[in-house]
């Protein structure tokens, strides 16, 4: 609320008396009784003079009455007599009212001093009465007297000015009959009810038309107390009103960005972003509303600090935001979603440019001007709808340009005015903020999908060990980032291992440290550690990677608990040997879909160190299926893990059913839209090599059985139909069970395994594992396993329970 309007509502609270040009009080009210105690009759008929406390005053008050002195409105402090004989200090206004028999009227309020804010004066009130009670001109206070029938009787200017009626209209004329409507008949029914019970009923709120200065409605405050006379009878209504429309505009205002602080920003949606402010900004603020953003600015990418043109035309737009009063909003050349083309002389051009609003209350848009020459398309539609009034917004955050916002009026007929695009631009403002925040969110969470995407699997295949199926959901299902994982990798002697793995949180540091814990495991499993050391390294690994982070980043930030599950499995011994660190157990269906979890030790999540990992071997009849799984697929707020793996069991017990197809069907039966977790599901059903694949032999530990050896592994290739691959594998044969002979112990086992590749596995109970060394030109030993380096696709060794294997694979013939 302005001073004006504030100083008005002290007035129409204050008490109110009517003097006539002699200063005689012809009217009193009831609140003027409670102020000073005199009853209307006894101060009706008597000079005003009298109730001032001072006689200096009474003069100055005499002499102000006079003719030729009245000056319209005045205003000050005072003291008046009570009539128990004390004095009040007061504040008077006094206004001119006019009337039909052209006689002079005051109305004088007044208000006890002590109940009111301090109010600035010029010095003593009372030394120069006529300049110290003059109120401002344009102190919008109107005031009304009427009889007991509600005729007009007595107005002043200033009423004129509020509600629009001219003098003439309102002398002698009831409300209704003075402006007919709903809304006077209401005004009447209030006058009416004060005269009949004498209580004053302030500060009513009711629109009026000013058809006379061209200013639209406006927002009156009304107040109104019965004038009672020498007997006590009422001999009208007195209404005092004040024009509040700014005040009443201003709470809007503050009630408008109230609601765009609840229904802007609700998602980290750039696009649904802009349909917020457009929806909030029609038909509040504009008839027509659109959020034009820079192309970057919906994927993430950093928009351009200041845009300007480029090769003829300016960077594209994407229209995020599209709201009308009309149904389909006719007035956009564009629809939400689609590219803007901006020409260069739009004014969305120089707006991008100074980063300032273009305001154009009155837009023309008329044939032959700039808008019809440069952007003809536009003018149309400006012409076609009656767009006469416009405001062009800036988006701007932290410096960056994010676009525009364009507001129009089309069936409001009124301009838009400076206050319009103060509140519009607090409104971009506020949408700004949260545009750049999805921005960020969105330039931080593509980047994580991006990295996400390079680091999980695009294509898993078991080889001849197992039939694979997938399916990943974050929990962002927006964006697509989130910490599970899931592998699986080819071992030697066609085994396969199947890792899911689960990092806690969500975005880009959980996709980074999935990343790292993938790589970390596929790095151990080219060792071909058993599944409870590689989860003992691993889980080292974790720890390590977690102090190097400490030491230079934010704790909050450093993302390392995760849980791990790790099996492996042989499709010549249809055994898989399994572990986990603090992950769900498998699943396991068998060929007739009876659904089991095996007694898997859980162990501790990775990182916390000190913990044994124990695995369990299972032999699986060929046809089964593992089900490895995160636990979001599994746990939801409304039920625990143990009625998560019921229902699991449930979705699993499908025999027959395509892998893929049963992948999407438990997935879709499992996992809620609204969890939480991330949802993680790995299938494998098994194959079996039979005795036509693999072929075995086992020697005593004699430089003889070399020959032995070579000879038996020619004849399987032949069997096999691998002659091409028999010149190497001799030579790879010899050369192995040669170390076997020389540097282990036991007996010698020779196996071949045909599938993907050739692999030739020798195997022996001593401990030591062979290693490249490089050989002097006099050394007559030592070039055996370089030698089969060259001769091999890839080769390696691994511990067994007891002793060591060698491998060596080969890549078959294209025709074998």
């Not at 109104?224 to 004040?242: E, K, T």
């Not at 699986?620 to 636990?631: I, K, N, Q, R, T």
Request: glycine share 8%; hydrophobic share 40%.
């Amino acid at each position: 609320m302005n001073s004006h309007e504030g100083t008005a509502l002290q007035i129409a609270d204050a008490a109110i008396a009517v003097i006539d040009a002699e200063g005689t009080v012809v009217g009193w009210t009831q609140a003027a009784q409670r102020l000073v105690g005199y009853s209307a009759a006894e101060v009706v008929g008597h000079s005003a003079a009298v109730l001032l406390a001072g006689a200096e005053d009474r003069a100055k008050a005499s002499a102000f009455a006079e003719p030729g002195s009245a000056q319209g409105r005045w205003s000050g402090l005072t003291a008046v007599r009570h009539r128990d004989g004390r004095r009040i200090d007061v504040r008077l206004c006094v206004q001119s009212l006019s009337g039909q028999d052209g006689r002079a009227r005051w109305i004088v309020s007044a208000a006890d001093r002590a109940t009111l804010p301090p109010w600035p004066t010029d010095g003593s009130v009372l030394e120069s009465l006529p300049a110290a009670l003059h109120i401002p001109s344009n102190l919008p206070i109107g005031v009304v007297i009427r009889d007991t029938q509600l005729r007009c009787t007595w107005v002043n200017d200033t009423q004129g000015l509020n509600d629009g009626l001219p003098l003439h209209q309102r002398l002698g004329r009831t409300p209704t009959e003075a402006a007919p409507g709903t809304e006077t008949e209401t005004l009447e029914a209030l006058m009416r009810q004060v005269l009949q019970n004498g209580v004053p009923v302030v500060d009513v709120e009711f629109r009026a038309s000013l058809p006379t200065n061209g200013q639209g409605e406006r927002t009156v405050a009304a107040s109104f107390f019965r004038l009672d006379d020498a007997q006590g009878r009422a001999l009208g209504v007195c209404v005092v009103s004040v024009d509040v429309t700014s005040s009443r505009r201003a709470r809007e205002r503050l009630a408008v960005l109230g609601e765009a602080s609840k229904r802007i920003g609700t998602t980290l949606d750039v696009m649904r972003t802009g349909q917020e402010l457009a929806d909030l900004a029609v038909p509040f603020l504009a008839d027509y509303a659109t959020v034009d953003l820079v192309e970057s600015v919906p994927f993430g990418d950093e928009p351009l600090a200041r845009v300007g043109p480029q090769g003829g035309s300016i960077p594209a737009f994407r229209r995020a935001g599209l709201a009308s009063v009309r149904q389909g909003a006719p007035e956009s050349l564009f629809a939400r979603g689609e590219p803007v083309f901006v020409p260069p002389a739009s004014p969305l051009t120089g707006v991008l440019h100074s980063g300032r609003s273009h305001f154009e209350p009155m837009l023309d848009a008329s044939r032959g001007t700039s808008m019809d020459r440069h952007d003809a398309a536009r003018a149309e539609k400006v012409r076609d709808h009656a767009m006469h009034s416009s405001m062009v917004v800036p988006i701007r955050a932290r410096g960056a340009v994010l676009g525009v916002a364009v507001f129009v009026r089309t069936q409001d007929r009124l301009p838009f005015e400076e206050d319009d695009l103060l509140l519009a631009e607090e409104l971009v403002s506020w949408a700004a903020l949260c545009l750049d925040n999805a921005r960020r969110y969105a330039r931080e969470r593509f980047a994580a999908l991006a990295l996400q995407r390079h680091l999980l699997p695009h294509h898993v295949t078991g080889g001849s060990a197992l039939d694979v199926a997938s399916h990943y959901q974050p929990a962002d299902t927006h964006g697509g980032v989130g910490g599970d994982w899931f592998d699986v990798i080819p071992l030697s002697g066609a085994r396969v291992a199947l890792v899911v793995g689960d990092v806690v949180g969500h975005g880009i540091n959980a996709a980074a440290t999935m990343g790292r814990l993938r790589t970390a495991v596929r790095t151990l499993a080219s060792l071909d550690l058993p599944p409870e050391e590689l989860l003992a390294r691993l889980d080292d690994t974790v720890i390590r990677l977690a102090e190097e982070d400490a030491d230079h980043l934010d704790p909050a930030t450093v993302t390392m608990a995760a849980t791990c599950l790790y099996a492996v499995y042989d499709p010549v011994t249809r055994r898989c040997t399994m572990a986990g660190a603090g992950h769900p157990p498998p699943a396991v269906i068998d060929p007739h879909g009876h659904v089991t979890f095996p007694d898997l030790p859980a162990g501790a999540p990775l990182g916390v160190g000190l913990v044994h990992f124990e695995s369990v071997e299972l032999e699986l009849p060929e046809g089964s299926v593992l089900a490895l799984y995160s636990d979001g697929l599994v746990e939801a707020c409304d039920h625990d893990l143990g009625a998560g793996m019921d229902r699991l069991r449930t979705a699993l017990a499908r025999p027959g059913l395509p892998l893929e197809e049963l992948c999407s069907s438990v997935v879709k039966t499992l996992s809620s839209p609204a969890s939480c977790d991330d949802v993680t599901l790995l299938l494998a059903r098994t194959r079996a090599l039979g005795p036509g694949e693999v072929a075995s032999w086992e020697f005593p530990a004699e430089p003889s059985v070399v020959s032995s050896a070579r000879s038996l592994a020619t004849a399987q290739l032949a069997l096999w139909g691998l002659e091409e691959q028999s010149p190497a594998t001799e030579l790879i044969v010899g050369e192995l069970v040669t170390n076997a002979v020389l540097h282990g112990s036991g007996p010698i086992g020779l196996r071949l395994i045909r599938h993907q590749v050739l692999t030739c596995e020798v195997h022996d109970t001593g401990d030591s594992s062979p290693r490249r060394r490089r050989s002097r030109t006099t050394d007559e030993s030592g070039r055996g396993l370089f030698l089969v380096d060259g001769l091999s696709r890839r080769w390696g060794t691994r511990n067994t329970a007891d002793g060591k294997l060698i491998w060596s694979e080969q890549q078959l013939a294209r025709h074998a």
